[in-house]
């Protein structure tokens, strides 16, 4: 399915305000569902050029992700993005497959963002966002404490970012 036609699915779920129909629209459409999913509810608008999502519930147990209610007035690709960052949330707090550590879970989500390793489908977001994110990657990564294991383990993809991050 294209862009163009995505848009006018999109377009209907607005127009008869069906918010979360139209993110669980997004989800099937771009194969992001995963069985610890415990659907969508809404949280509080930040404002009208801010887009905050979270993933909420207990590690191990289902996750609901949280969005605003004006997450269809953003760029499709910058939704997708954020979409994609919080269903990894979700896969990284299921049973059996928790990731402990916020700053480890931020990261490799702010990482999956950059280079779409677990969710390839998901389109690349402008420059801009890129350098945010990747900015916002290595902000989880100093938080992991210096020389940390947790550093080590990810000092590869440190670098990408930063190669990233100078390449733009």
């Given amino acids: ?27 099937r459409s771009f194969q992001l569902e995963h069985e610890n999913f415990a659907g969508f509810g809404f949280r509080e608008e930040l404002s009208p050029n801010s887009l905050l999502l979270t993933a909420e519930g207990q590690l191990g147990k289902p996750q609901k992700v949280m969005i605003p209610r004006n997450l269809f007035e953003f760029d499709l690709s910058l939704v997708l993005n954020m979409i994609a960052h919080e269903m990894l949330h979700v896969r990284q707090k299921a049973p059996g497959n928790v990731v402990e550590d916020k700053n480890e879970r931020e990261f490799q989500a702010y990482y999956e963002m950059l280079f779409h390793r677990v969710f390839p489908q998901i389109p690349e977001v402008s420059d801009y966002y890129k350098k945010f994110f990747g900015k916002k990657a290595l902000e989880y990564y100093q938080r992991m404490g210096e020389g940390s294991e947790l550093q080590q383990k990810y000092t590869v993809q440190k670098a990408e970012i930063e190669h990233l991050i100078y390449l733009l």
């Fill in 1 to 27: 399915m294209n862009f163009e036609q995505i848009h006018l699915h999109l377009n209907a779920y607005k127009k008869h305000h069906q918010i979360t129909e139209a993110a669980e629209y997004l989800i």
